[in-house]
């Protein structure tokens, strides 16, 4: 008889141990980390601040994985009142998780050069008494307007330009600069016109 109350004994012992091991074991989400995990994506879920969580069961967001996290799981489940921390979702919310960046996309081909080839072009008529004079400076094929001018030497009293403007528009686009000088008042003086145009290619 006390064999058999001992054996009695010891197999209560053992059950009793083995059922503290179990709950033990699901309190700290070894067992029930399915559940954990289902609920709470805890492995690389993320809270509502980006702040991801790398703990296995961490379902509050504590940065500790404790029985705490499990009892809060058990409530849920029970349909119980949880009180998560800020700013963990709740139990039971599935948080965006971001996926790896995809590869570069190829390389696009490379755009038109913008201004290129700048240069003056300058042009001067004759040295001379001549009561008016005009001159056209042209770009080189191919490049066209950025700007240009005109001026003059000899009596400023006398002498003025009356024109200075873009010419030859070819498609829309200016190629030349063309300036007209001439005298107000009659001088013997000799005088030339000056006419410089700004050239460049430009990108379509």
């Known amino acids: 008889m006390r064999h058999t109350i001992l054996i009695a004994t010891l197999s209560s012992v053992a059950a009793s141990v083995l059922t503290t091991v179990v709950v033990s074991a699901s309190l700290f989400g ?9 609920l709470a994506e805890a492995e690389g879920a993320i809270n509502p601040s980006g702040v991801e969580s790398i703990l296995q069961g961490d379902v509050d967001c504590s ?6 996290d ?25 948080a965006a ?17 913008g201004i290129n080839g700048w240069e003056v072009v300058l042009v001067d008529t004759e040295t001379d ?3 008016w004079k005009d001159a056209i400076a042209h770009c080189p094929a191919g490049k066209v307007i950025l700007g240009g001018g005109a001026g003059h030497s000899g009596p400023l009293e006398d002498v003025a330009v009356g024109i200075s403007e873009p ?14 000088a001439a005298e107000f008042n009659p001088t013997t003086v000799d005088w030339d016109l000056r006419v410089w145009a700004i050239c460049a290619n430009v990108a379509e």
């Open 129 to 131: 008494s001549t009561p």
């Open 63 to 68: 940065k500790n994985v404790t029985p705490v």
């Open 167 to 180: 010419f030859q528009a070819i498609e829309g686009e200016y190629r030349a600069w063309k300036a007209v």
């Open 70 to 94: 499990s009892l809060k799981v058990l409530r849920h489940d029970a349909g119980l009142s949880v009180q998560q921390d800020e700013p963990c979702p709740d139990i039971g919310t599935l």
């Open 30 to 38: 070894a067992d029930s980390a399915s559940s954990a995990n289902t």
């Open 97 to 113: 998780i971001p996926g790896p960046p995809g590869p570069a996309g190829p390389q696009g081909e490379a755009g038109p050069v």
